[in-house]
């Protein structure tokens, strides 16, 4: 329903692009976020785009290094993260649900991905 990829081991400083392969019932006319969760610490907002990408959400902590994007042909979204360090250490999840101002909430989302793992090395 919901394929979260591309994560890795890379070292600090460098770039990653997740992306979020979805099905059409888990997709169409839905928002998706990007959340993350590290060891041993609660799940987290990372990104957030709306259904017409008009809209997009930032965690402060991610603002100016991370971008969302999607592209609804491909029924996918993406979440390219630049300036990694070790702080962003986490499984990566997407998620997809009707549209909200509460973004940063996991009961706002339907549907749920497995996630994937990015590590970041300093």
């Known amino acids: 329903q919901l394929q979260a990829s591309g994560g890795g081991l890379v070292q600090a400083g460098d770039s990653l692009t997740l992306s979020c392969a979805a099905s059409?019932?888990?997709?169409?006319?839905?928002?998706v976020g990007w959340f993350r969760q590290a060891p041993e610490k609660e799940r987290e907002s990372v990104a957030y785009?709306?259904?017409?990408?008009?809209?997009?959400y930032y965690a402060d902590s991610v603002k100016g290094r991370f971008t969302i994007s999607k592209d609804n042909a491909k029924n996918t979204v993406y979440l390219q993260m630049n300036s990694l360090n070790s702080d962003d250490t986490a499984v990566y999840y997407c998620a997809s649900g009707p549209s909200t101002t509460k973004w940063y909430l996991c009961r706002q989302y339907r549907y749920w991905g497995q996630g994937t793992q990015v590590t970041v090395s300093s």
């Open positions: 059409g019932r888990t997709f169409s006319g839905y928002a």
């Open positions: 785009i709306s259904w017409s990408g008009d809209r997009l």
